[in-house]
């Protein structure tokens, strides 16, 4: 891997979804999740990149999915596949277990939750931009779930808006290997500038 540099006032660390739904035992989503994230390893990766961020001083912003509001879509006349699917179980239910953040996730004070998205996209129809631009980062570290949805939805729309991206690779998971592979070694390398382990992204933040 080529060195890279991260400027602690130009770089941000992206959290994207890390709800109990898809990363606590019991959540609706672990289940197809958990082969993937628990064979790498991505919720302790998570939380040690979540870490090494904070002890950097990188400032640590949310992308959160919507969570599930009694009608939210029961008046929409076209939803997609993905948004049919989170009305249907309800996933990420606002007020229940499920929509809560997996402990060691907690916003701290300072940290900027931006409002939630729709569908897939962290940007698409919330302010994450703005609050990006606002505090001056144009470099961004990307963690959660789920790559190929997600995450790869984020990643793309970062990189439409002029932000280079670092993603690492084992600080995220999927419902099955064929869809990592998809996501991370087909996708995304032409739209994410780094795409590192979680061991080197520590290393290369220690230097920050």
Not at 30 to 47: K, T
Not at 79 to 106: C, D, N, S, V
Not at 139 to 165: S, W
Not at 188 to 207: C, D, N
Request: proline share 4%.
């Amino acid at each position: 891997m080529a060195r890279h540099i991260y400027d602690k006032e130009l770089t941000a660390l992206l959290v994207v979804d890390p709800y109990n739904d898809f990363i606590s035992e019991g959540g609706k989503a672990w289940g197809r999740i958990r082969a993937v994230a628990e064979a790498n390893d991505c919720v302790p990766h998570m939380l040690q990149v979540l870490k090494a961020a904070r002890d950097a001083e990188l400032r640590v912003f949310y992308a959160l999915h919507r969570r599930y509001r009694p009608g939210d879509y029961e008046t929409w006349k076209y939803l997609a596949p993905i948004q049919k699917l989170a009305w249907e179980r309800r996933i990420f239910e606002y007020g229940t277990w499920g929509g809560e953040l997996h402990p060691g996730f907690e916003p701290k004070p300072g940290e900027i939750v931006a409002t939630e998205h729709w569908c897939s996209s962290g940007f698409a129809n919330t302010d994450l931009d703005l609050q990006l631009k606002k505090h001056g980062i144009h470099q961004l570290i990307v963690i959660g779930l789920i790559a190929h949805t997600c995450i790869e939805a984020t990643v793309r729309f970062a990189a439409e808006l002029g932000y280079e991206v670092t993603l690492v690779r084992d600080a995220t998971a999927d419902y099955s290997d064929e869809e990592m592979h998809a996501a991370l070694d087909v996708n995304l390398p032409s739209y994410a500038s780094v795409i590192v382990t979680t061991h080197e992204l520590v290393g290369l933040l220690s230097s920050v």
